[in-house]
């Protein structure tokens, strides 16, 4: 059977390959996208997503040029931020000091994913859905992927957008050292009693960050990443709501479960090279980050955006110079990402005298800084 014929393969459908493949179409290539589990685009209004994600002004507008982003009346917009330290530190911005109507929008996952298959379902992007790959193959000449189906498929370039535990990744023979944080992000979602105001609130303990995430109406979603997740998992919704109300102050007065909580292990992820001869990685397979800054996602979607516009108007779409110039334009931003989240998680958690009062200083005596407030603020949007 002849091999049908692409410029890109795009191996995983998820937020980042999926706007990766309608990124590639818009710019002319020929993509093929291959997705094991694609989403279910009936009943998304049949309750609500606890797996949510803050996306920037920068991606919102990334998004907004696919014709993907997703209808108002599900999302949330962070307005400003209010941080708390584990011995009194704090510290608040807005986006009014970035010059931006919001930090970022809380968007559910599933709500997104449909924006972004009902655009690949009316473009040319040849989706391949519920379907896996078996073998992959790159040379100099090109990529082939041969599927579960006995199917094969060739392209100048194969993009791994296939999640942390990427197949691509360790197919390719791209090796990544991996740091557990020895914690779980708990998620969840809940009514509020007062209304939240449009501020995302944080609270480092010492062993454990709470995040409270506005939503739309006045609800939120809670992030809560702890080295113990199986206190929260086991809890009653009555006790899980009274439990993450409290841990907040009460401040938005009682709470109401609107979802199950889950948990997802927490790890920090980072390839040695994420490209390779005909291959290159994007999103989760690419790098990992610690959720308290929000950011992976963002990470993501700005690497699908600036692959497509790197391979826009090439006609080879795996010319190894340019996968090598890809790398070079994405380490920086990653690294600095992934350094300063890792960063603020060992501080926080750091145990030794004089440390507490340090961080909690800082945390003040940076909230009296304007300067320094506005720069926080404009890396909290992704500048």
Request: aromatic share 6%; charged share 20%; glycine share 10%.
């Amino acid at each position: 059977m002849k091999a049908l014929q692409y410029d890109v393969i795009v191996v995983g459908g998820g937020l980042v390959g999926a706007s990766l493949a309608l990124a590639l179409d818009r710019a002319g290539k020929r993509v093929a996208l291959l997705e094991g589990r694609p989403p279910e685009l009936q009943d998304l209004d049949q309750g609500w997503d606890a797996r949510i994600y803050a996306v920037s002004p920068a991606n919102r507008r990334f998004l907004e040029s696919l014709d993907a982003w997703p209808g108002a009346e599900r999302l949330g917009a962070i307005e400003a931020m209010d941080v708390r330290g584990d011995a009194g530190g704090r510290i608040e911005f807005a986006a009014s000091d970035a010059g931006e109507p919001a930090l970022a929008w809380i968007a559910e996952n599933r709500w997104l994913l449909a924006a972004l298959w009902r655009r690949l379902a009316a473009s040319s992007v040849d989706c391949l859905a519920g379907i896996k790959p078996q073998a992959l193959r790159a040379d100099a000449l090109g990529a082939e992927l041969t599927l579960e189906d006995g199917r094969r498929l060739s392209a100048a370039l194969l993009a791994g957008a296939d999640g942390a535990n990427s197949w691509v990744r360790e197919q390719a023979g791209l090796n990544a050292s991996v740091k557990p944080y020895g914690q779980s992000g708990v998620v969840a979602n809940f009514d509020c009693e007062r209304p939240h105001g449009g501020v995302a609130r944080q609270w480092f303990t010492g062993d454990s960050i709470l995040a409270w995430l506005p939503m739309a109406g006045n609800r939120i979603s809670m992030v809560w990443s702890t080295s113990d997740p199986s206190r929260l998992l086991e809890l009653p919704p009555e006790q899980l709501a009274a439990t993450v109300a409290a841990a907040g102050g009460r401040e938005l007065g009682e709470l109401t479960c609107l979802t199950p909580a889950a948990a997802f292990p927490l790890r920090l992820i980072q390839p040695e090279r994420v490209a390779a001869e005909r291959v290159v990685l994007v999103g989760d397979a690419a790098h990992t980050v610690h959720p308290l800054a929000g950011q992976g996602v963002n990470l993501g979607f700005q690497d699908a955006a600036q692959l497509a516009a790197l391979l826009a108007g090439e006609r080879d779409a795996g010319d190894w110079m340019l996968l090598r110039r890809y790398e070079r334009r994405r380490r920086e931003a990653v690294k600095t990402m992934q350094l300063g989240c890792d960063g603020l998680f060992q501080l926080f958690h750091a145990q030794g005298p004089g440390l507490s009062w340090l961080r909690n200083t800082g945390l003040n005596l940076t909230n009296c800084l304007k300067p320094l407030k506005r720069q926080f603020a404009r890396q909290a949007i992704g500048y």
